[in-house]
C-alpha cells in the first residue's frame, strides 16, 4: 500500500514539473485591435496562422492573448496596462488607435502594429527604415491613386467625391489629406463628411446627398464598422460607393482595388516570429503590402443606378453578387 501511494506521489509530482517546464517554454503573444470588423479580423487570423505554421501552436508552446476595444479609447487604454502587466513576449496592435495606445503604455515590450496607415504620422516610429526603439510592423496605406484611377474607369463623370471619416483618428486625417490632394491635381471635389462614432455614421452620409456624384471610403475604421449605413445611402439616392478595402464589397460597395488584410495579417505575423526568435524589432524595416486584387459587385451597382463593364468584370479577382 505504502509502495501505491509513493508512485503515486510520485507520478503527480512529475507531472507538476513537466506542466512547470511546459509552462515555461510557452511563449506569450498579446493581440488586440480597436474594433471588430471583416478587415481588422481577418488581420488577426492571419497572425494567429501564420504563428501555427511557423510551429508557435496556441495552447501548446504558445498562449495567445487576445482582445478587442470595441472602438473605444478608454478600453483601448485598459488593455494596454493589462497586457504590459501581463508581460508577454511580443504585443500586436491592429489599426492605428490601438497601436498608439500601446506604443505608449509599452516601453519595453516588443510591439507589432498592423493595419497602420501612416506610422510616420500617427509617431509610432521614426523612420520606415530601422525605426529604432522596441516597435515596427506593417503598414497599409493606400494607393490613392489607382483607387481613383478605378473610380473614374467607372464613373468617369464624377467630379465631386464624397468620403465619411472620423476626424478624431490619425490614419482616417492622413488619408483625407492626401485624398483632397490627388483629387485637387484631377480638377475634382472632395466632400468631407464627419462621424467621430459609429452612430454618427448614417447622418454624415446622407449629408453628401446632392453634394457628392460618388462616394470613396478609406480604411476607417469607425466607418467601416458602420458601413452598411453608408451603403444603404448609396442605394436610395444611387450614388456609387466605392472603398479602399476589398471586404467591403461583400458588404455592398461597388468595388474596390485593394489587398486582402488576411494576407496582411500573415506578413505581421510573420514579423512576430522573427520577434520571437531573437531579432529586434527596432532593426527591422516597416514592411508594406504591394500586390493589389480587384473586387466587383454588379448587384451593388445596379442598386445604385449604374452598371459595371464587361471588362472591368473581367479584370475583378472576385466578383460579388450581394442580392440584397
Known amino acids: 500500500m505504502a509502495n501505491r501511494i509513493l ?3 510520485l507520478g ?35 497572425v494567429r496562422d501564420e504563428l501555427e505554421e511557423k510551429g508557435y501552436k496556441d495552447g501548446d508552446n504558445l498562449r495567445i492573448m487576445h482582445e478587442s476595444a470595441q ?12 497586457f504590459v502587466g501581463e508581460g508577454p513576449d511580443v504585443i500586436v496592435a491592429i489599426a492605428t488607435p490601438s497601436a498608439q495606445t500601446m506604443a505608449a503604455a509599452a516601453r519595453k515590450t516588443p510591439v507589432v502594429f498592423s493595419a497602420v496607415t501612416d506610422p510616420v504620422g500617427a509617431k509610432l516610429v521614426k523612420s520606415l527604415k530601422a525605426p529604432g526603439a522596441n516597435i515596427t510592423g506593417v503598414t497599409d496605406m493606400l ?16 467630379k465631386r467625391i464624397g468620403t465619411v471619416y472620423n476626424p478624431g483618428e490619425a490614419n482616417a486625417v492622413a488619408l483625407v489629406e492626401l485624398l483632397e490632394e490627388r483629387l485637387a491635381a484631377r480638377g475634382m471635389e ?17 449629408s453628401l446627398v446632392g453634394k457628392a456624384d460618388a462616394i470613396y471610403l478609406t480604411t476607417d475604421n469607425t466607418v467601416i ?76 451597382a445596379e442598386r445604385m443606378g449604374i452598371t459595371l463593364s464587361d471588362d472591368l468584370i473581367s479584370d475583378a479577382k472576385e466578383v460579388v453578387n450581394s442580392d440584397q
Open 143 to 158: 494607393p490613392i491613386e489607382s483607387h481613383l484611377d478605378l473610380l473614374e474607369r467607372v464613373v468617369p463623370d464624377a
Open 71 to 82: 472602438g473605444n479609447s478608454a478600453i483601448a487604454s485598459q488593455i494596454a496596462r493589462k
Open 12 to 46: 503527480t509530482a512529475l507531472l507538476a514539473l513537466a506542466t512547470m517546464a511546459q509552462a515555461d517554454d510557452q511563449r506569450v503573444v498579446a493581440i488586440t485591435q480597436i474594433v471588430e470588423h471583416p478587415a481588422l479580423d481577418a488581420v488577426y487570423q492571419g
Open 7 to 9: 508512485r503515486t506521489l
Open 190 to 206: 472632395l466632400v468631407k463628411a464627419a462621424a467621430t462614432k459609429t452612430s454618427e455614421v448614417l447622418g454624415a452620409a446622407r
Open 225 to 300: 464598422s458602420a458601413v452598411e449605413a453608408v451603403i444603404s445611402v448609396g442605394e436610395r439616392a444611387s450614388i456609387p460607393v466605392f472603398a479602399a478595402d476589398t471586404a467591403t464589397v461583400g458588404r455592398g460597395a461597388v468595388a474596390a482595388l485593394g489587398f486582402d488584410y488576411y494576407d496582411h495579417g500573415r506578413q505581421t505575423g510573420a514579423m512576430v516570429a522573427r520577434i520571437l526568435e531573437g531579432a529586434n524589432p527596432g532593426d527591422m524595416d516597416v514592411e508594406s503590402v504591394d500586390t493589389l486584387e480587384l473586387f466587383v459587385n454588379p448587384a451593388a
